[in-house]
């Protein structure tokens, strides 16, 4: 694997496209027969999220209206605590019946490793009591908060908690337990971001909805860009509605600290990943199987079909941790995989029961362990 190297979000402007965050891609009268299945996925989606965003409307303020101090039910004191740090990292957890996995301890473990005072905050319901403990032990705060806003009401709810405690931070780690692993070493990752100065970094780029860095692992260095990603988190409007709490936090951040002055910059970019598959024959043929919209480039020649795909690609942009699975979890080293790929694959992508194939036989979290903790989570995990 070669060694990461951050790459500059681009400066574009969203516009609309930040609205069409989340839907599938509107259907296009050259796509024949496809035209009507993919013209009803569209309608059923747009009423899903006026429906979401319709209830958010009554709900928020009901939300809003409650103490803020209710959020946080439970605040203990970890074991792992090193007054000499200067790094703080906000990590979310969530799981249906209150369990703490061991992939998830050792996820923990992983960050007070690398030099965090790491803060577990819990989602859940209710999180049972021995994996509560088994948390603290590996951890310098432990938090268990009502579910409001997700992992960005967490973050805005406990940062001002986290900062008055280490108000030293030069490292503030936004972090979530929605990925499987790591699969591979973090320290590179981060020694790749500690070693580029103060800025915003993201592991992974998204520019479905404008240029952005996923929110499940972002670290911002700096004390003055820390101090704006809690300036940021404390002006954040929450919401019942994960697509409202999408564009408000995890869409508007990376602009909102480019607009500060800040780099902002990712370790996999969104146009890298495209080149390195469409550098790939294997992997422009599994781009055009998963998508049928691109079945028409199939029978171009090689470099055209790689320029009308990029073309295609750029304009109209994947989901990277998803569509991008077989190249960003493979050949380009990511060391996490997205846990709703796995669980779920909402795109329908063929192929998805091979992820295993991706895990390493040297795996810093071993394949049982990801396998258990996926079945924690409700499900078994795609075969």
């Excluded at 803060?119 to 705060?141: G, K, Y």
């Excluded at 380009?332 to 895990?359: S, Y």
Aim: with cysteine; aromatic share 6%.
């Amino acid at each position: 694997m070669a060694e990461p190297i951050l790459t500059d979000l681009a400066e574009a402007e969203p516009g609309l496209r930040r609205c069409l965050h989340g839907l599938p891609d509107l259907p296009r009268l050259h796509q024949g027969p496809q035209l009507a299945k993919k013209a009803g996925r569209l309608a059923v989606r747009v009423a899903e999220r006026l429906g979401e965003v319709a209830r958010a409307a009554v709900r928020d303020p009901v939300m809003r209206l409650r103490s803020r101090p209710e959020a946080l039910l439970r605040v203990e004191a970890g074991e792992r605590s090193d007054p000499a740090r200067r790094s703080v990292a906000l990590f979310v957890h969530f799981s249906p019946d209150g369990r703490v996995s061991s992939m998830v301890r050792r996820q923990l473990e992983t960050y007070d490793r690398l030099g965090f005072e790491t803060v577990f905050i819990s989602n859940a319901p209710a999180v049972v009591e021995c994996d509560w403990q088994a948390a603290r032990a590996r951890v310098a705060l432990a938090v268990h908060r009502r579910n409001f806003g997700l992992d960005f009401g967490a973050w805005k709810d406990v940062a001002p908690l986290a900062l008055a405690r280490w108000p030293q931070a030069e490292e503030l780690l936004l972090v979530n337990d929605s990925v499987l692993g790591p699969i591979r070493p973090l320290d590179p990752v981060l020694a790749a971001m500690r070693t580029a100065g103060p800025g915003l970094f993201g592991l992974l780029e998204s520019v479905q909805g404008g240029p952005h860095l996923q929110s499940w692992f972002v670290l911002a260095r700096g004390r003055a860009l820390v101090a704006d990603v809690a300036a940021f988190l404390a002006a954040l409007r929450l919401s019942v509605s994960k697509w409202l709490v999408v564009q408000r936090g995890e869409l508007r951040l990376a602009r909102a600290m480019r607009q500060r002055g800040h780099r902002v910059a990712a370790v996999y970019s969104y146009a890298a990943l495209l080149e390195r598959a469409l550098s790939d024959p294997a992997e422009r043929a599994y781009l055009i199987e998963a998508l049928p919209s691109l079945e028409r480039y199939a029978a171009l020649p090689e470099a055209e079909a790689v320029a009308a795909l990029r073309a295609r690609l750029l304009a109209r942009p994947l989901n990277p941790a998803h569509h991008l699975w077989r190249v960003l979890y493979g050949p380009a080293g990511c060391p996490f995989v997205k846990t709703e790929l796995v669980r779920r694959n909402p795109g329908r992508l063929p192929g998805v029961e091979a992820w295993r194939a991706l895990v390493p036989p040297d795996s810093p979290c071993p394949l049982p362990e990801i396998e258990a903790h996926l079945r924690l989570m409700g499900g078994a995990p795609a075969r």
